[in-house]
């Protein structure tokens, strides 16, 4: 599997696209793939390659690997927007778990991101 999914990142090295350019690409793919909102990742990661001048079909198929992944983080962002705001749990308020979950997106991968691109 791992072969699979490295195989077409590693094909566009053999296209002209700079180590650089796909390292960005995927850090950028995976930190805005994570991001606890649906749908939004896929726009992210759109306006990050077109900012950027990075190769899009690059940047959105490893968003679309860390799907699993925003699935996965999305309780632990909840939890941790909770206990960054002091919490207390109560009926459930969709908008509210959001916006705990979006904080603590930024609180943890915005930097790991930042770290990651430089």
Known sequence: MFHTCVQPLL???????????IALSVALGLV?????????????????????????????????????????????FIRLGGWLFRFTPGPPNVLMASLHAIVAWFCVCAPTGCCCTC
Do not use: D, R
């Open 32 to 76: 805005l793939g994570v991001f606890p909102v649906f749908g939004c990742p896929t726009i992210f990661c759109a306006l990050a390659a077109l900012a950027l001048g990075l190769n899009l079909p690059a940047i959105q198929a490893v968003n679309y690997l860390a799907y699993p992944l925003q699935f996965i983080l999305l309780v632990p």
């Open 11 to 21: 094909a566009l090295s053999g296209q002209g696209m700079a180590p650089e350019s």
